[in-house]
């Protein structure tokens, strides 16, 4: 897949969130790495991202936890990738070469020009409202 880790409990973490019926009421760490599936001791590193970059607040305490600081149909999942340094927006060249372009094309700049275009259009049109509309899954996963 095209995400790392980090980015991939960011996405999980973030669904739980937006998913859940209350979204004013915290949910507590414990909670989301069982719910979202990340383990325990990642759940802390990927929220972290996740505050410094505005997307949800963390309380300490009884009754603390994280929870979304915007709604869910104004989180992009751009906005997500960024919080976790993986920029789909990144100009970076699939061969190594630094960045480049239509005028300096490494051999697969054709090729790797469109995934990038499409999987950007997808991560900016993309938004937790998704989730927030189809919570059912959440019921039955594992």
Avoid at 21 to 36: F, H, K, Q, Y
Avoid at 75 to 94: H, V, W
Avoid at 96 to 106: I, K, L, T, W, Y
Avoid at 133 to 140: G, H, Q, R, T
Wanted: net charge neutral; charged share 20%.
């Amino acid at each position: 897949m095209l995400l790392n880790q980090t980015a991939e409990y960011a996405f999980r973490a973030m669904a739980y969130l937006a998913s859940r019926a209350d979204l004013d009421s915290a949910v507590p760490s414990a909670e989301l790495a069982e719910a979202a599936n990340i383990p325990g001791h990642y759940v802390s590193k990927v929220m972290r991202r996740l505050v410094v970059a505005g997307l949800v607040s963390s309380q300490r305490g009884h009754g603390g936890g994280f929870r979304l600081l915007k709604e869910p149909r104004e989180i992009s999942f751009s906005t997500i990738l960024q919080a976790t340094d993986l920029d789909p927006r990144n100009q970076r060249c699939a061969f190594g070469f630094g960045q480049c372009d239509a005028e300096r094309p490494c051999h697969l700049h054709p090729a790797w020009s469109r995934l990038k275009e499409s999987f950007n259009g997808w991560a900016e049109s993309t938004t937790l409202a998704s989730v927030h509309d189809n919570p059912e899954p959440w019921k039955d996963a594992p």
